[in-house]
Every structure is written in C-alpha cells, then in structure tokens.
C-alpha cells in the first residue's frame, strides 16, 4: 500500500500487530490522515513486529533480532509513524537501549529513535498547520489515556486537540483518565484478576461519563477496553481516534465485531 506522490516528507507507516491482524481500518486512517497533512505514505512490507513482548519478558536476544528488521526496514524514510504509543515508545526508548554496547547497531537505533513518532502526536507537533481535518462523528466520546503514549511520549493534550475539530463530536473527561486500563501487554495475562479489577474500573468510569463512544490511541488498551464493555452489552462504542479524525468510524466498532476491513 503506497500512497500518490506528494512534495512532502517520505513516511514510513509502522502497522502494528494488532491492526495488522484485528482493526486494518486504522490503518487506512492513519494513511488518509497522513497524505491529508502533505506527506508520502509507503508501508514497507518486510516491517515485523517491533519486538516489546520479547524485550518486556526479558528474551533481548529475539528483541534485537525483531529490531534490526524494523531498523533495516524505515531508517532510509524521513518519519516512522504508527498508531500506536506502546510500539512508538519501544522504537524511540528502547531500541537504544538494546543495542548500546554494539557500536554498529546502536547509531541507527539512534537515528531511527529521533524520527519516530506516534500518530496523533506527530500530527499535532510536527505537522502543525499542515493538518486540515474534514470530519464528522454526531455523539459525545470520552478519552483514555494510555499508559505508554502518556508517560513514554508525553502524549496528552495532542489528541483533544485534533478531536476538537471534529465537527459535531463533543468530548466529555472521565475520571482517572490517565489510570492504565489493565491491559499492559503480558501484564493482563501474568494478572488476570489485577487486570479484571482494573478494566472494572476503566469501565465504571466511562459509563458515569455517560459518553456513547470510547476513544484512545493504543489498539491494545482499546480492544482490552471493548472486551468488557461488550461483555456487560454497554451501549458504547469504541474507536482509535485516529478512525474518527479520517472520517472512517462508520461502521462497527471495536465493541461490536472483533474484525474489520475497509
């Protein structure tokens, strides 16, 4: 998938696993909302998986492996973008730290570190004027803020930013926003009842918003999110922001079908 030519910066879009395999649609978004802020979209296709279960479990060695893929794969575009705060963080923190005792590897972990970016993030920071949106979504959604695109890249107001121009969307807060939902990759499966108490929560607190739709960034908090709230049949939708902000949150959300293709 590559977009038309354009005069802007070559992006390379890092399709994460789980759009990859269960929400392609936010795939398709993110490369609408990329040639909308003037850049040149491609999606290398020998790109892996960026290696976070194997570095967050301690197996470096497959890490590494993973990395030097994902490195050989974008370090000749000008940006590395991908929806997604938990992979983006891996790719900008981590990947230094994997290979700082290898004087071969290490500056191009750097170099790949220092263009790569969250979608919502590079979009409201580094695009900037560049971003023109013509979206509409009528219902009022509240957002989740996700443990790695919060306290890894700093990713808070970015989003509510770039949702305020989403004609007829309103954004209602809830509370403990920023508390993490439960998900937190291996984390849900080493603590299952930790993590059931705390997607509890997550979901106690967006129902008193009285909010029809959910929104975030990250596919895994969102889909951890979705899970329960179709579990108890909550009347809420659930999106990545980033459908919204394209226009593409027309059909079924990550609530109401475990797949979708666009």
């Excluded at 040639?35 to 976070?52: H, I, N, R, W």
């Excluded at 459908?243 to 293709?261: R, Y």
Aim: proline share 5%; with cysteine; charged share 20%.
């Amino acid at each position: 998938m590559t977009s038309s030519p354009t005069a802007g910066p070559r992006v390379g879009l890092f399709a994460t696993c789980l759009m990859n395999l269960f929400r392609p649609n936010v795939g398709f978004s993110a490369v609408k909302l990329l040639e909308d802020a003037g850049c040149s979209v491609e999606v290398p296709a020998s790109q892996t998986c960026c290696g976070q279960p194997g570095y967050n479990s301690g197996d470096y060695d497959a890490a590494r492996a993973l990395a030097r893929q994902v490195i050989e794969a974008f370090e000749h575009f000008d940006y590395v973008v991908g929806p997604s705060g938990s992979c983006m963080a891996t790719i900008r923190h981590d990947y230094p730290a994997l290979f700082a005792d290898d004087p071969q590897w290490l500056p191009r972990a750097e170099a790949l570190s220092g263009k790569s970016f969250e979608l919502l993030s590079f979009l409201a920071d580094v695009r900037g004027a560049a971003v023109t949106l013509d979206a509409r979504y009528a219902g009022t959604a509240t957002y989740h803020d996700s443990c790695s695109g919060l306290r890894g890249l700093g990713i808070k107001g970015q989003p509510r930013a770039l949702l305020g121009d989403v004609d007829g969307l309103k954004l209602r807060e809830m509370e403990d926003a920023e508390v993490c939902c439960g998900f937190g990759g291996t984390f849900c499966v080493k603590y299952p009842e930790i993590s059931e108490k705390m997607v509890d929560d997550k979901v106690r607190n967006i129902l008193a918003t009285g909010a029809d739709t959910l929104l975030g960034g990250d596919l895994g908090c969102l889909m951890n999110i979705a899970g329960r709230l179709k579990r108890i049949h909550a009347p809420v939708k659930v999106f990545h922001a980033a459908e919204v902000l394209a226009g593409f949150a027309d059909g079924p959300g990550l609530a109401d079908a475990p797949k979708e293709s666009r």
